[in-house]
């Protein structure tokens, strides 16, 4: 960090704690150079995640449309509230480390079956059929072949 008194380019940090609206860090930096003390804050750039939903319409990510598709599709199952969390914190970790600014609800609805699937295969189709619109029992019936299959495989 440069000095703001006298342009030294190696000044050095004597104090972080957080600042007072918690989404900062205050440092105490001190210049090497000419001794002078200065605050700086230290702030992380959130750049908004948008959602490509069908039709090419966007909307800002929603941690909490996540969570209710997944408690609908775990309802009355034995599937505490903590997993829950645990699910979509999994879940928002895999969008956010794909590092982009736009993901589309596909990927997203993608990811959540996924971690469905190894969580209950109720919940799992109970979703799936819900978020790939099945448009008959056929189709259903499909999926949970699929669903029983794996179970068999393991």
């Known amino acids: 960090m440069k000095c703001p008194f006298c342009g ?3 000044t050095r940090v004597i104090d972080s704690r ?3 609206d918690n989404n900062s860090i205050r440092r105490r930096r001190v210049c090497d150079e000419c001794g002078k003390r200065f605050t ?3 702030k992380i750039e959130t750049i908004p995640l948008m959602v490509l939903k069908k039709g090419n319409i966007r909307e800002t990510y929603d941690r909490s449309k996540i969570e209710a598709g997944i408690v609908r599709a775990c309802h009355k ?3 505490s509230a903590e997993q829950i969390s645990r699910l979509v914190d999994s879940i928002e970790t895999e969008i956010f480390s794909k590092e982009d600014k736009e993901i589309p609800s596909r990927v997203i609805g993608e990811f959540v079956m996924e971690k469905l699937k190894d969580l209950d295969a109720v919940a799992y189709v109970r979703f799936a ?3 790939r619109e099945f448009k008959d029992v056929d189709t259903f019936m499909d999926e949970l072949k ?3 299959d794996k179970e068999d495989q393991k």
Request: aromatic share 12%; glycine share 0%.
């Open 77 to 79: 199952r034995p599937i």
């Open 146 to 148: 699929k669903v029983l």
């Open 8 to 10: 030294h380019d190696d």
């Open 40 to 42: 700086t804050y230290e």
């Open 18 to 20: 957080p600042a007072e």
């Open 129 to 131: 059929s819900v978020y």
